[in-house]
């Protein structure tokens, strides 16, 4: 049984940027839409950003549309954080849907997530 991986996370400055990165190693991800996720301390678990198999249909929280951008390559998925506030202060997590480019539900859809990471935390701090 494989497991999502993620990694990039640390302490960063508000206003400054990190790079999240979210793979499998030895697993191509190709054929799986990928999910980020964010939980901070006390609150739910948030949908961060979504990228389908082919990477043409991305969809972003309203909360980070603007400042956050989702990219992939076969083995990789990516979260380029831009701008970055106080409140983006998160363990953030991965995980695979495995219909690629979704179906009945959109990619990404809670039902159909599998394989996910243990998460990166993200302090966005002074």
């Known amino acids: 049984q494989w497991q999502l991986v993620e990694s990039g996370g640390g302490l960063v400055e508000p206003g400054g940027s990190l790079r999240l990165s979210c793979a499998a190693p030895g697993i191509s991800l190709d054929r799986y839409a990928i999910g980020w996720f964010r939980q901070a301390p006390g609150k739910e678990r948030e949908a961060v950003s979504c990228i389908s198999s082919s990477g043409e249909s991305i969809d972003y929280a309203d909360s980070v549309k603007g400042r956050f951008i989702v990219f992939r390559d076969s083995a990789t998925v990516y979260l380029q954080m831009n701008s970055l506030k106080p409140e983006d202060t998160a363990v953030y997590s991965c995980?695979?849907?495995?219909?690629?480019?979704?179906?009945?539900?959109?990619?990404?859809?809670?039902?159909?997530?599998?394989?996910w990471g243990r998460g990166t935390l993200v302090t966005v701090s002074t």
């Open positions: 995980a695979a849907d495995p219909r690629g480019a979704g179906g009945y539900y959109p990619p990404c859809a809670p039902r159909y997530l599998e394989r």
